[in-house]
C-alpha cells in the first residue's frame, strides 16, 4: 500500500462509497463491521481500496473523531 498523503484524511469525509450496500454514504460514515469484512476478504483494488484500509485502521483504533475538524470545512 503507498504511503498515506494528508488529503486522504479529507477525501474520507468527502469521498462517497461507489457501489455494494453502502452506495452513496461518505467513506468516513461506514460501519466499521463493513469496514472490517474488508479487512478480511481483502480490499478492492486501486484508490477505493486504499481509502477504504484507511478508514478501516482509524476506525479499528478508536481514531474516528480526528476526521471531526475535516467534516466541519
Request: net charge positive.
Amino acid at each position: 500500500m503507498p504511503p498515506m498523503k494528508p488529503e486522504d484524511l479529507e477525501r474520507l469525509v468527502t469521498q462517497t462509497m461507489p457501489y455494494g450496500k453502502y452506495k452513496g454514504r461518505l467513506i468516513a460514515d461506514l460501519p466499521g463491521n463493513y469496514l472490517n469484512w474488508f479487512a478480511r476478504v481483502g480490499f478492492p483494488p486501486g484508490d477505493i481500496g486504499q481509502l477504504l484500509a484507511l478508514m478501516q485502521e482509524i476506525d479499528h483504533n478508536g481514531l474516528s473523531a480526528l476526521l471531526d475538524p475535516l467534516r466541519r470545512r
